[in-house]
């Protein structure tokens, strides 16, 4: 064996020994660009919601119309008002009464005082106890028997819209809160009075309707107004709970990192988990609230240290010297 080969055999283990100490070395050094985190887990409330959008509707809306054509004299409720059934909305004139009114009154005052006892107005009366949601019909305003002159709504519901994979956790009398987007910090406590059977199609997605009902309705709520529905699917109390962030996935196996007591590296933990609300999970076995729970997240640095580098495209400061190849000028 020549000296050449015997130092090239030399040589190669080196490296390998070189490499190995390197890697070890290097390696398990903490990551500089990692935020490490300690937690103790605590007991605590824990609630899964369905979260979809809605709608304010009438449950019932019905539309008062005249039963002939002719011109409305008078009405007598305002929107917003609230009326029981037999309570007279308006009064109006058929076509034949306006028009043998509008001739009396050329006739002196006493012509038409005879005619308006003699030809009686159709009053218009309110079939359910509701609310009128819509009066905007005018006195002296001609109608016809497919006009509207007064809507009523017996009570104001939200009708949400649910994705067909949703709807099977939906149930009759489930609770549900609601928010309007005109009033965003208001909530309101209501239940589900009716899931639809047939479905719909919107944007390409398979929806069902539902009907909430609320316990309470307030003075702001308005038909048409827009609402966000949370339904309430599951909720648990006084369980032990750890952060989304803190779960690990492995193998399909969720585990967490443990501290150990005279021990820099972390131990790791399978642990079985239940229910989540998307920022925490509930633990069902595993760990419990004396382990400390290491969280590691990653910091961001923003190239070259952070510092922000100049945009050509910006104008220059007034005294800002210029600089070229050779220095500034």
Known sequence: MNKRRLKFLIFIPLVLIVGLFLFFKLGTRPDKNEIV????????????????????????????????????????????????????????????????????????????KYWQEAYKPIALLAPIDGQVIVATTQPGQTVNTSDAVVVLSDQLIVRAQVDETDIGRIKLGQKATIGLDAYPDTFINAVVGHVYYESETSNNVTIYKVDLLPDEI??????????????????????????????????????????????????????????????????????????????????YIFPGGGKTGSNPFLPKMPGAKKKTAEGPL
């Not at 009438?58 to 059934?85: C, D, H, Q, T, W």
């Not at 803190?246 to 399978?270: C, F, H, M, T």
Request: glycine share 6%; aromatic share 6%.
């Open 37 to 112: 985190e300690e937690i103790k887990l605590s007991l605590g409330y824990i609630e899964t919601v369905i979260s979809t959008t809605g709608t304010v509707y009438p449950k019932n809306r019905l539309e008062i119309m005249p039963p002939v054509a002719g011109r409305v004299e008078n009405v007598l409720v305002r929107e917003g008002e609230y009326v029981k059934a037999g309570q007279i909305l308006a009064w109006m004139s058929s076509t034949e009464r306006a028009a043998l009114l509008d001739a009396a009154r050329g006739q002196g005052e006493d012509k038409l």
């Open 218 to 299: 307030p003075l702001f709520f308005r038909s048409g107004m827009n609402a966000t529905v949370n339904f309430k699917v599951e909720n648990k109390d006084n369980v032990l709970l750890i952060p989304v962030n803190a779960v690990r996935k492995e193998n399909q196996e969720s585990y967490v990192l443990l501290k150990q007591e005279g021990n820099k590296d972390p131990a790791k933990r399978i642990v079985n988990l239940g229910m989540t609300d998307d920022k925490n999970y509930e633990v069902l076995s595993g760990v419990t609230s004396k382990d400390v729970v290491i969280i590691t997240t990653k910091k």
